[in-house]
């Protein structure tokens, strides 16, 4: 594409480069790097350790060797390059030296969200092929009632004892020797991670993100953000099974020569006190994280001004969110950008000189963003026209994971259709103003309404049903399910129906897939052939909030 048509590249930061060299190396290569240039330094300070009492820290060279004792731990459990080896694990130390034990064995990693009930996580297993699980103690009891049903042939358990089944991670750390021959990997084409996401039909897949994926999109985020070597400290209440927390508070920040402060999960008082006692320099999360800041009690008496520009992840930025955050700090401090699972994640963010409220910002270097048509995805939309996004770049993923159509419908003649409809500026700046898909973003989670829906399809007395994102000041968006109960049911109220179904949802569904709004009608809207149409409640809920 001629420069003419980059208009983004006109508002880059001084000194950003259109284009990147990249290491032809794989994603554990930065932790290597680092070990070598900064064995001393902390690599992370974890806030939750196991006996409960103040913080642990483990050096670069320190997380360098156990990641390669893990390594050959895996390879003597008879993992092979190109397996997958989920984990299920809360974020701490054992998950980011297990992460690149992984990698350095040459098998793929597979994130589970540690919400998951016992069927979402034999999808993922089942669907990813895993054949080893790392797992903590506290998730066992989940883990135990589906492994048998997998592929999964070895459990290795952290933070406690269970029985006598499993392989415990610190006797395979204590008794492996670190693997000093480690398997060739073809940056271009091995997989260094498969996260799950819906992609464009709900239906949970893996995007297959190759290792010269995530390097380039660690060299674009870093460089972007203008990350000093070995001088950043990353405060990280993100969740390490999401891709931006693996990206953003893992990946990258070892890619700087960082240190993580680790939290187990997200603690207004803590992170507080954290950015103040450690002079942190970056702190990356969801809307609702800084939402939680601003409204802690004390958020005014905590010194934050050491703080640089961050990205924001997940959700878009609400603006007010967004002045008040910056003004508690003191400078500028939040800037939004855009990303999905299928690219690594990152694509576009706002310069840090520049940024431009309410805008996802702009292409990072190497990256080309184009708005087509939304009902043919062929025409090129003009500039200020709405369309559908598409992506082109190195961090673009290789495709979904057993899936051939699924990859040729959302990846078309080397372009990535996002779903999301967005336009862009004079200027190169993009903005989103809709998706086309019916995803709700539910405090920086995904829900998929079709996986909902058939949970609630489960419940005998549901009839048909529709789930369906409305906005939520402090979650972004919240589901809501429209119900039409059959007739003849039992129950003596709505409020009782409302109770019992959402109690059969408990038992099927994680935490924040909870329809937290039930409503209940005789009929619902569908269209012609039968369809029920989200779009006319979509567009009723507008109307009512007006």
């Known amino acids: 594409m001629a420069s003419t048509s980059r208009p983004w590249l006109a508002s880059y930061s001084t000194g950003m480069p259109s284009s990147i060299e990249y290491p032809r190396a794989p994603l554990y290569h930065f932790l290597q790097e680092s070990a070598a240039q900064f064995p001393d330094r902390a690599a992370i300070i974890y806030q939750d350790p196991a006996n409960g009492e103040g913080s642990v820290t483990f050096t670069y060279r320190q997380l360098d060797d156990e990641s390669s004792r893990v390594a050959s731990g895996l390879m003597s459990l008879g993992v ?7 984990y299920y694990i809360q974020n701490s130390h054992e998950l980011v030296a297990g992460f690149y034990g992984i990698l350095k064995a040459g098998a793929v990693p597979v994130p589970c969200n540690v919400m998951y009930r016992p069927e979402e996580l034999a999808y993922h297993l089942n ?3 895993a054949r080893v699980l790392l797992c903590e103690a506290e998730l066992y009891p989940t883990a135990r009632e589906v492994v048998r049903e997998t592929p999964i042939t ?9 029985d ?12 492996a020797e670190p693997a000093e021959s480690l398997p060739t990997i073809d940056s271009d084409e091995d997989l260094a ?28 985020f870093r460089d972007w953000f203008g990350y000093e070597r070995g001088r950043e400290v990353f405060v990280a209440t993100l969740p390490l099974f999401h891709i931006g927390g693996i990206a953003g508070v893992m990946s990258v920040p070892v890619a700087a020569g960082g240190t993580i402060v680790l939290f187990r999960r997200f603690n207004a008082e803590r992170v507080l006190r954290a950015i103040q006692d450690y002079r942190a320099s970056r702190f990356l999360g969801v809307p609702t994280m800084y939402i939680a800041l601003l409204n802690h009690e004390a958020a005014g008496s905590y010194d934050l001004s050491s703080l640089r520009p961050s990205r924001t992840s997940a959700a878009p930025l609400p603006k007010a969110v967004k002045e008040a955050f910056d003004a508690l700090v003191g400078h500028e401090v ?3 950008g855009y ?3 299928e690219t690594s994640p990152l694509t576009h963010a706002n310069p840090v000189d520049g940024a431009k409220g309410g805008s996802i910002g702009v292409p990072l270097p190497d990256t080309e963003a184009r708005i087509f048509d939304p009902d043919d995805g062929v025409e090129e939309m003009p500039q200020g026209e709405i369309g559908e996004l598409a992506l082109r770049g190195p961090q673009i993923m290789k495709g979904y994971w057993n899936r051939p159509q699924e990859t040729e419908e959302a990846v078309r003649d080397g372009w990535f259709y996002t779903g999301d409809l967005a336009y862009m500026d004079e200027r190169g700046y993009f903005y989103i103003v809709d998706r086309k898909k019916d995803v709700i973003n539910a405090a920086g989670f995904k829900v998929w309404p079709r996986e909902v829906e058939e949970v609630l399809y489960q419940h005998p007395s549901v009839r048909v049903a529709a789930v369906l994102g409305v906005p939520d000041e402090y979650r972004g968006e919240t589901v809501r399910a429209v119900i039409s109960l059959k007739e003849g049911n039992t129950f003596d109220s709505e409020d009782v129906a409302r109770q019992d ?7 099927h569904l994680a935490s924040y897939k909870i329809p937290r709004i039930v409503d209940f009608r005789d009929e619902l809207p569908v269209s012609a052939a039968g369809k029920v149409l989200r779009r006319v409640m979509r567009d009723e809920t507008a109307k009512e909030s007006q």
């Open 193 to 220: 991670l498969l996260p799950y996401t819906g992609g464009t039909t709900g239906v949970p897949k893996g995007a297959m993100l190759t290792h010269a994926n995530m390097v380039a999109n660690a060299v674009q």
């Open 164 to 175: 006598d089944s499993v392989v415990y991670w610190d006797d395979l750390v204590s008794t």
């Open 334 to 336: 939040l800037v939004e």
């Open 154 to 162: 070895n459990v290795i358990v952290a933070g406690g004892r269970v």
């Open 501 to 507: 179904i959402l109690a059969h949802c408990q038992t």
């Open 80 to 86: 092979n390059k190109g397996d997958r080896v989920a």
């Open 127 to 129: 669907d990813s092929g």
């Open 339 to 341: 990303g999905l699972t």
